[in-house]
């Protein structure tokens, strides 16, 4: 074995950590941890470290994936909990020990300042009581994507989610638009009490992690969480104020000069989607075949590349993108790190915005793409 060689062979692909527990992983981080260091060995090291880190993280997101596209299997709720409560949360306590180690040697190499700038942020937040309480947010997120992505709703016979609504609060009949939103309401009012308990025990586990990390509240805490080091929360709230200011009164006149067009004495919230002028509402495509087509051309034609990389992904299974039963709302993209690949969910439904919400998503991939050539995860 030649120096800097891992004690412990790494698998050769994340499949070989889809079923493990905590103590599967926890020898990889100490041996990691107890490896003799120095400035000769450390790129190999740092090398090793993230190649562990990219099949576990890899192994995660895959569990994530898999259970926002079908929150009522069980086996995907187990994996997902798996990692989010358990896994995850105790690993990045041992990621900080990593990390005192790589800041105590004094690490330093060009084209990396940003990467030992984060490192140095996140040990600065880390608490150990942190961590049982992370796992617990996780653990309330992951019920928050069952309840939700259980709704359903009875439209004309047929059995619909509240998202496959969102067509009809385009109809020109404003009876149908009302029908619509006060349906697509339904579910979330039925289900009030529950919802507004998860929110309310995500509120007290999260306010509680930023007062432990030496925060007024969970806002500044999470605002340094995210490395956002070029403004700060009070830069947010005066440009909070500004959009008060200046883009309020745009949206009031905008507002008012829809109520015109569209001869009501009161704007309602199903009138804000239907096109003012008594059109028909736009139809991009009327399957996620025609939606994949037609994305690839408009990424062909503002690069070859953007076109290719969303093929790779379409050829890879990697893009869940229409809306169904059981299925998390929202829409993500998240990244693959081991594979050197990203992957997007979303719920189509048929509306223009879809669209802008596949090449909103779209961005966040190629972005992935293209930053998979950096040297560490």
Same mark, same amino acid.
């Given at each position: 074995?030649?120096?800097?060689? #891992?004690?412990?062979?790494?698998?050769?692909?994340?499949?070989?950590?889809?079923?493990?527990?905590?103590?599967?992983?926890?020898?990889?981080?100490?041996?990691?941890?107890?490896?003799?260091?120095?400035?000769?060995?450390?790129?190999? %090291?740092?090398?090793? %470290?993230? #190649?562990?880190?990219?099949?576990?993280?890899?192994?995660?997101?895959?569990?994530?994936?898999?259970? #926002?596209?079908?929150?009522?299997? /069980?086996?995907?709720?187990?994996?997902?909990?798996?990692?989010?409560?358990?896994?995850?949360?105790?690993?990045?306590?041992?990621?900080?020990?990593?990390?005192?180690?790589?800041?105590?040697?004094?690490?330093?190499?060009?084209?990396?300042?940003?990467?030992?700038?984060?490192?140095?942020?996140?040990?600065?937040?880390?608490?150990?009581?942190?961590?049982?309480?992370?796992?617990?947010?996780?653990?309330?997120?992951?019920? %928050?994507?069952?309840? #939700?992505?259980?709704?359903?709703?009875? %439209?004309?016979?047929?059995?619909?989610?509240?998202?496959?609504?969102? /067509?009809?609060?385009?109809?020109?009949?404003?009876?149908?638009?009302?029908?619509?939103?006060?349906?697509?309401?339904?579910?979330?009012?039925?289900?009030?009490?529950?919802?507004?308990?998860?929110?309310?025990?995500?509120?007290?586990?999260?306010?509680?992690?930023?007062?432990?990390?030496?925060?007024?509240?969970?806002?500044?805490?999470?605002?340094?969480?995210?490395?956002?080091?070029?403004?700060?929360?009070?830069?947010?709230?005066?440009?909070?104020?500004?959009?008060?200011?200046?883009?309020?009164?745009?949206?009031?006149?905008?507002?008012?000069?829809?109520?015109?067009?569209?001869?009501?004495?009161?704007?309602? /919230?199903?009138?804000?989607?239907?096109?003012?002028?008594?059109?028909?509402?736009?139809? /991009?495509?009327?399957?996620?075949?025609?939606?994949?087509?037609?994305?690839?051309?408009?990424?062909?034609?503002?690069?070859?590349?953007?076109?290719?990389?969303?093929?790779?992904?379409?050829?890879?299974?990697?893009?869940?993108?229409?809306?169904?039963?059981?299925?998390?709302?929202?829409?993500?993209?998240?990244?693959?790190?081991?594979?050197?690949?990203?992957?997007?969910?979303?719920?189509?439904?048929?509306?223009?915005?879809?669209?802008?919400?596949?090449?909103?998503?779209?961005?966040?991939?190629?972005?992935?793409?293209?930053?998979?050539?950096?040297?560490?995860?």
């Amino acid at each position: 074995m030649e120096d800097g060689d #891992s004690v412990i062979a790494l698998p050769d692909s994340p499949e070989a950590f889809k079923e493990a527990t905590w103590q599967d992983v926890l020898p990889y981080y100490e041996e990691l941890a107890a490896r003799p260091l120095d400035p000769s060995n450390v790129e190999a %090291w740092l090398a090793d %470290w993230s #190649s562990f880190e990219a099949l576990i993280a890899e192994a995660r997101n895959l569990a994530n994936f898999a259970y #926002s596209c079908d929150t009522a299997n /069980p086996e995907l709720e187990a994996a997902q909990l798996r990692f989010g409560t358990d896994i995850s949360p105790k690993a990045q306590e041992q990621r900080v020990r990593l990390q005192a180690r790589l800041v105590d040697l004094g690490y330093e190499r060009a084209g990396l300042e940003m990467m030992v700038r984060r490192i140095k942020n996140e040990m600065s937040l880390f608490r150990e009581a942190n961590v049982q309480l992370s796992a617990d947010v996780s653990r309330l997120t992951t019920e %928050w994507a069952k309840v #939700s992505g259980a709704m359903t709703v009875e %439209w004309e016979g047929e059995e619909k989610t509240p998202a496959q609504l969102l /067509p009809f609060l385009e109809s020109t009949d404003r009876g149908v638009r009302e029908r619509a939103f006060r349906l697509r309401a339904k579910p979330y009012i039925e289900q009030r009490e529950t919802l507004a308990g998860l929110f309310d025990r995500m509120y007290d586990l999260r306010q509680q992690i930023g007062l432990n990390a030496g925060f007024k509240n969970f806002r500044d805490y999470i605002h340094q969480e995210k490395n956002r080091f070029d403004y700060t929360p009070a830069d947010c709230l005066r440009f909070q104020d500004a959009v008060e200011t200046a883009v309020l009164p745009a949206v009031k006149r905008i507002h008012d000069r829809r109520r015109r067009q569209m001869g009501v004495d009161r704007l309602r /919230p199903w009138d804000l989607n239907v096109d003012p002028k008594g059109r028909a509402a736009l139809q /991009p495509f009327g399957d996620i075949a025609t939606l994949l087509d037609r994305a690839r051309d408009i990424f062909g034609r503002v690069d070859p590349d953007f076109r290719g990389f969303f093929q790779k992904m379409e050829d890879a299974r990697l893009l869940d993108l229409e809306n169904r039963k059981g299925k998390a709302p929202g829409a993500y993209c998240d990244d693959l790190p081991y594979s050197k690949m990203p992957l997007i969910v979303m719920n189509a439904v048929g509306i223009d915005d879809d669209v802008r919400t596949l090449l909103h998503e779209s961005g966040h991939a190629f972005h992935c793409l293209e930053a998979v050539q950096l040297p560490l995860v």
